[in-house]
């Protein structure tokens, strides 16, 4: 078989089992969020995804993966290993605000505080970071992604369409609603 | 103009990657090679499409594929481009005649003088599987790529 063109859709479908979930599981809307702690980009949309999500309440479902941009972002990875981490203790939220807040302080210790902010068991934290227990777990969002056609951070999927039009709250939330009919 | 659709022989080339290194075309023969025809070295975003690729070298290395970056910069530009991404793959400088090897592809914008955002892969026999042109603007990541990889070794195994 050989081809010309191509459409990126999200090939990877959301798994309540394993994805990191805001919103009722049968709310008509799913706004999937590729995103990378240290991109000054997916900080910029942080709280316009919040906004949108207070907009449309009950009738979306917000779904976060990582994608971390190594080669531009010392910081990201070992972020969004930190954000799983505190997944793993059931705290996954409260980090991934805290990441996004504070951008430009993802240090290691920074890191940790944070951790220590969101109420984590620091000892199983200290031990996870230091055997890269979820780099596996980053990885595989990363290549997931990859292959939905992720081209930067952040990329956003509605009900599995790659979204690529603005993000400003007004742009979005107009798509989010026409999605949500 | 269209770029060279699938099944078309890719035509051959011989261009600089660096001022005593020069990458032929014939010579990647056996492997599948990914050729990435960009408008022009630093584009003002956070990822690039080539940090991307570049990030992905070890996805492109299971299916044993060459990658190659193509545009109208000279060598110079190229090089600075490369430190500067920390890229380690090839770019290959489309530069003198300029743009030649980009529209024997079918890979070049006469308004802009520049390569248009092309991919194509070829496969072991030099021959183009998938081929895809994405509006200047627009990254156009790299799913179709691996999937076209993906195809490749799957027609290999049958």
Redesign the interface.
Known sequence: MTTTGWQSTLTVPVDPERDHIQGPADAPVTLVEYGDYQCPYCGKAHPIVQAAQAQLGDRMRFVFRHFPITTSHRYAEEAAEAAEAAGAQGRFWPMHDALYEHQDRLTDPDLRGYAEEAGLDLERYDADMASHAHAERVREDFMGGVRSGVNGTPSFYINGARYDDSYDLETLVAALERAAR | MT?L???TPAPDFELRSTADETTSLSDLRGRPVVLVFYPADFSP?????L??Y???LP?FERYDAVLLGISVDNLWAHKAFAAD??LTFPLLADFEPKGEVSRAYGAYNDEAGTSRRALFVLDGDGV?????VSPNK???????I???LE?LQK?LAT
């Open positions: 770029p659709p699938a099944g975003t956070c990822t690039d499409q940090g991307l570049q990030m992905l996805e991404r920390n183009v599987s998938w081929s895809f627009v990254n156009p990541g790299a799913d179709g691996l999937a076209a195809d027609e």
